[in-house]
T-cell receptor, first 114, second 113 residues
Framework: DSGVTQTPKHLITATGQRVTLRCSPR?????VYWYQQSLDQGLQFLIQ???????AKGNILERFSAQQFPDLHSELNLSSLELGDSALYFC?????????????FGPGTRLLVL | GENVEQHPSTLSVQEGDSAVIKCTYS??????FPWYKQELGKGPQLIIDIRSNVGEKKDQRIAVTLNKTAKHFSLHITETQPEDSAVYFCAADPTSGTYKYIFGTGTRLKVLA
């Protein structure tokens, strides 16, 4: 158990809908990272938040957004969902904002868009 | 930007044999290289990591070697066991200031009993 929690574990929805994925980092970690894992693309970095502020952006679609709250939990919002958004979504956390840091991953949310 | 290539994509070994997974990276400024193990239905779990100032690191049956000149690093698992069966990912942490990992495409390891 990494100490990172994610809810829900599974999510089934329809195209065009909007969903929210939630992540709670390990106690004491200030950074949260979001990754998308699909069969043909491996683990792709989406976005990083550090202590409430956006720190880095990767291949995140404009239909996707995220935020980190004062209690450091984070939410990833996916809107206007398409079939291709079906994937595993992982969050990870680390202690600080940069340097050489280990990222600890949560168990993931499996999203299925029908 | 950084690019990480991982080989092989699948690997089958007999129980008790060794397994080696190799990764190459493109950004010579990368300075941290973690390895993750992902079991079915679970998130990636860190199993070992190495920093650029070290050439080799061992943890029981697992070792990682780093060749900075050639820009490649490898995961070595000795005395493999069925519970080692999983997908293994290498990653590199480029010094671009964004602190995000660039992952390899994964290796599915099957340990045959």
């Amino acid at each position: 158990d990494s100490g990172v929690t994610q809810t829900p574990k599974h999510l089934i929805t329809a195209t065009g809908q909007r969903v929210t994925l939630r992540c709670s980092p390990r106690s004491g970690d200030l950074s949260v990272y979001w990754y998308q894992q699909s069969l043909d693309q491996g683990l792709q970095f989406l976005i990083q938040y550090y202590n409430g502020e956006e720190r880095a952006k990767g291949n995140i679609l404009e239909r996707f957004s995220a935020q980190q709250f004062p209690d450091l939990h984070s939410e990833l919002n996916l809107s206007s969902l398409e079939l291709g958004d079906s994937a595993l979504y992982f969050c990870a956390s680390s202690v600080g904002s940069g340097g050489i840091e280990t990222q600890y991953f949560g168990p993931g949310t499996r999203l299925l868009v029908l | 930007g950084e690019n990480v290539e991982q080989h092989p994509s699948t690997l089958s070994v007999q129980e008790g044999d060794s397994a080696v997974i190799k990764c190459t990276y493109s950004d010579s400024a990368s300075n941290y290289f973690p390895w993750y193990k992902q079991e079915l239905g679970k998130g990636p779990q860190l199993i070992i990591d190495i920093r650029s100032n070290v050439g080799e690191k061992k943890d029981q049956r697992i070792a990682v070697t780093l060749n900075k000149t050639a820009k490649h690093f490898s995961l070595h698992i000795t005395e493999t066991q069925p519970e080692d069966s999983a997908v293994y990912f290498c990653a590199a942490d480029p010094t671009s200031g964004t602190y995000k990992y660039i992952f390899g495409t994964g290796t599915r390891l099957k340990v045959l009993a």
